[in-house]
T-cell receptor, first 113, second 113 residues
Framework: EADIYQTPRYLVIGTGKKITLECSQTMGHDKMYWYQQDPGMELHLIHYSYGVNSTEKGDLSSESTVSRIRTEHFPLTLESARPSHTSQYLC????????????FGQGTRLTVV | GDSVTQMEGPVTLSEEAFLTINCTYTATGYPSLFWYVQYPGEGLQLLLKATKADDKGSNKGFEATYRKETTSFHLEKGSVQVSDSAVYFCALSDQSNTGKLIFGQGTTLQVKP
């Protein structure tokens, strides 16, 4: 059972609102990731972190920002939500190198109206 | 850049039928290859992996062999069950050791009783 948690599971919010999607893991993993899953199901990396105070942008450009102040916590923030941000956001973590399994949270389904 | 291509879905099979989901990749060097499964309303779970050429990953009756000569990692199962209905993602992790995953577009499998 993966110990990585995302809240909220579902969020409907109005345009222009600021939102933060929470992601926490209790496995002590250094590496954490945010993937965006579009309605066609494709997943694209939008942010990743190798450890505390380390954040990098992923392959897909995103207006969101992330922070990594604690090992276990990797929140994603949208300063001003827009309908184009409507998507599913999946958080993941990993303990090691490229051969290591990534553990995924259940996702947050965001709808901006 | 690196990429993964999966066969188009959805795939609809009767229970106990044979399953093949094709996956091919483009990458420099020697990526690690994964199959992840996403059940409705859930995050992704690792199904199996292979980290070098000719390795065979297997789990829950599913198998996939890392074929470097054809750059393929096709998923197979001899007899599917209704409980196998889900979305299946092929993915690679490149040599950079970042743990970042590049996913195929996903294939929806529906198994009917």
């Amino acid at each position: 059972e993966a110990d990585i948690y995302q809240t909220p599971r579902y969020l409907v919010i109005g345009t222009g609102k600021k939102i933060t999607l929470e992601c926490s893991q209790t496995m002590g993993h250094d590496k954490m990731y945010w993937y965006q899953q579009d309605p066609g199901m494709e997943l694209h990396l939008i942010h990743y972190s190798y450890g505390v105070n380390s954040t990098e942008k992923g392959d897909l450009s995103s207006e969101s920002t992330v922070s990594r102040i604690r090992t276990e916590h990797f929140p994603l923030t949208l300063e001003s939500a827009r309908p184009s941000h409507t998507s599913q956001y999946l958080c993941a973590s990993s303990s090691g190198d490229r051969n290591t399994e990534a553990f995924f949270g259940q996702g947050t389904r965001l709808t901006v109206v | 850049g690196d990429s993964v291509t999966q066969m188009e879905g959805p795939v609809t099979l009767s229970e106990e039928a044979f399953l093949t989901i094709n996956c091919t990749y483009t990458a420099t060097g020697y990526p690690s290859l994964f199959w992840y499964v996403q059940y409705p309303g859930e995050g992704l779970q690792l199904l199996l992996k292979a980290t070098k050429a000719d390795d065979k990953g297997s789990n829950k009756g599913f198998e996939a062999t890392y074929r470097k000569e054809t750059t393929s990692f096709h998923l197979e199962k001899g007899s599917v069950q209704v409980s196998d209905s889900a979305v299946y993602f092929c993915a690679l992790s490149d040599q950079s050791n970042t743990g970042k995953l590049i996913f195929g577009q996903g294939t929806t499998l529906q198994v009917k009783p």
